[in-house]
């Protein structure tokens, strides 16, 4: 398993640095809390899941190959985004006191993974840059799937307590807000950045 190492260390900078999904993280873990955030993350990893697979098995190049496909999953990706930072950024402060029902889902989890330029790019560049197990297509995109599956994980655990905690400390209904808005304007920002590069 030559590379093990550097792929690794790949998938921590590429998964764990900020962009749609982690910003989403933990701007739902600063508006909702993390516990009401869990179902949220577990969409965007099983989400992630389907996109590794798709990537690993040629789908994703073969799909955006198709005339016209990569405007309208752009624009449909961006839409999807800008909808959910509205939805964080006009999120009541202080989640502990108010209905939980405008929570990002499961669901909206693993919509937001099939929407995330970073992350279609960020597998595209670990699977196409590392071989794991040579001589085996299946078994190599096995493993690396479950590597980058628990790197995600990881990373996406710490983004939603690191917003939670953000309103642990901010208190102040004024200050929830501005981190709600803030971490709303990142997820747009750091979209445009990844369809803009």
Do not use: C, H
């Amino acid at each position: 398993m030559e590379g093990l190492l550097g792929f690794v260390l790949a998938g921590f900078a590429l998964i764990g640095s900020p962009g749609p999904a982690t910003l989403s993280l933990a701007a739902t873990g600063a508006a909702f809390g993390a516990r009401n955030g869990l179902p949220f993350m577990a969409g965007i990893v099983s989400g992630m899941v389907v996109v590794m697979v798709a990537v690993a098995a040629g789908l994703a190049a073969l799909i955006l190959a198709l005339p016209g496909a990569t405007p309208i999953a752009a624009t449909l990706a961006a839409a999807y985004i800008v909808y959910l930072a509205y939805r964080i950024a006009t999120a009541p402060p202080l989640a502990e006191s108010r209905d939980q029902q405008n929570r990002p889902s499961f669901m909206g989890g693993v919509l937001l993974a099939f929407a995330n330029p970073k992350g279609w790019a960020a597998m595209t560049a670990l699977f196409s840059g590392f071989v794991l197990i040579e001589g085996s297509l299946v078994w190599n995109a096995a493993i690396m799937v479950m590597i980058l599956a628990t790197i995600m994980t990881i990373t996406d655990v710490s983004w939603l307590f690191v917003g939670a905690m953000l309103t642990r400390v901010f208190r102040e209904p004024r200050l929830n807000r501005l981190i709600n808005v803030s971490f709303a304007v990142l997820l747009v920002a750091s979209v445009a950045l990844t369809l803009l590069v």
